[in-house]
């Protein structure tokens, strides 16, 4: 079973600028969130999507950051314009329907993002 | 806002020697609870799992979980230079998706 797909693995962009991060989840999961982690603490939850309907984005800065999932696969979280506290590692997990708080789920590989 | 909290570290060990590691949350009504493994520049990695009081031991791991004090913890027996890593704890959230804490730093000293 391939895993959480992420691209792209590093970014380096200088403030105000933007930038748009992609995740393709594993086959048949559902469930999709975009975590961000700053380094030195543990992950964040920015967004939750379950198919292409959100399902908690209470900790997402909606005045910079926007995500979408369309079609109920692959997710693009956005960024614009960039602060310099945005630089982080953006992780994106997936998880079967309903089962992700239960069962855990499985991150990709992250986006580290710097902001000059 | 649901919190976790996790002793900041870092933990260190000599190999051999048993880490325990210790997390606290704020919600009652958390229901599940995960251990992460973080090795540096790598996502996490999920290694254990609990929902009810006791322990759940899974080889050289036992988590241990007590609802009443709202408390969790991780075992790790016979360390080896490998566990060396960031240990992150979770727990649900409504169900949804999981809250974490900030991670423990294990070093497994030779």
């Known amino acids: 079973e391939a895993g959480v797909a992420q691209s792209p693995r590093y970014k380096i962009i200088e403030k105000r600028q933007s930038v748009a991060f992609w995740c393709n989840p594993i086959?048949?999961?559902?469930?999709l969130y975009w975590y961000q982690q700053i380094l030195g603490q543990g992950p964040k939850l920015l967004i939750q999507?379950?198919?292409?309907?959100?399902?908690?984005d209470s900790q997402l800065p909606k005045d910079r950051f926007s995500a979408e999932r369309l079609k109920g696969v692959d997710s693009t979280l956005k960024i614009q314009p960039a602060k310099l506290e945005d630089s982080a590692v953006y992780l994106c997990?997936?998880?079967?329907?309903?089962?992700?708080?239960?069962?855990?789920?499985?991150f990709g590989s992250g986006t580290r993002l710097t902001v000059v | 806002q649901k919190e976790v909290e996790q002793n900041s570290g870092p933990l260190s060990v000599p190999e051999g020697a048993i880490a325990s590691l210790n997390c606290t949350y704020s919600?009652?009504?958390?229901?599940?609870f995960f251990w992460y493994r973080q090795y540096s520049g790598k996502s996490p990695e999920l290694i254990m799992s609990?929902?009810?009081?006791g322990d759940k031991e899974d080889g050289r791991f036992t988590a241990q979980l007590n609802k009443a004090s709202q408390y969790v913890s991780l075992l790790i027996r016979d360390s080896q230079p490998s566990d060396s890593a960031t240990y992150l704890c979770?727990?649900?959230?409504?169900?949804?998706?999981?809250?974490f804490g900030p991670g423990t730093r294990l070093s497994v000293l030779p």
């Open positions: 999507f379950q198919n292409n309907g959100v399902v908690d």
């Open positions: 609990i929902y009810s009081n």
């Open positions: 086959s048949g999961h559902a469930t």
């Open positions: 979770a727990a649900d959230n409504y169900g949804q998706n999981f809250v």
């Open positions: 919600d009652r009504g958390s229901q599940s």
């Open positions: 997990a997936s998880s079967l329907a309903g089962t992700g708080a239960r069962g855990g789920y499985t």
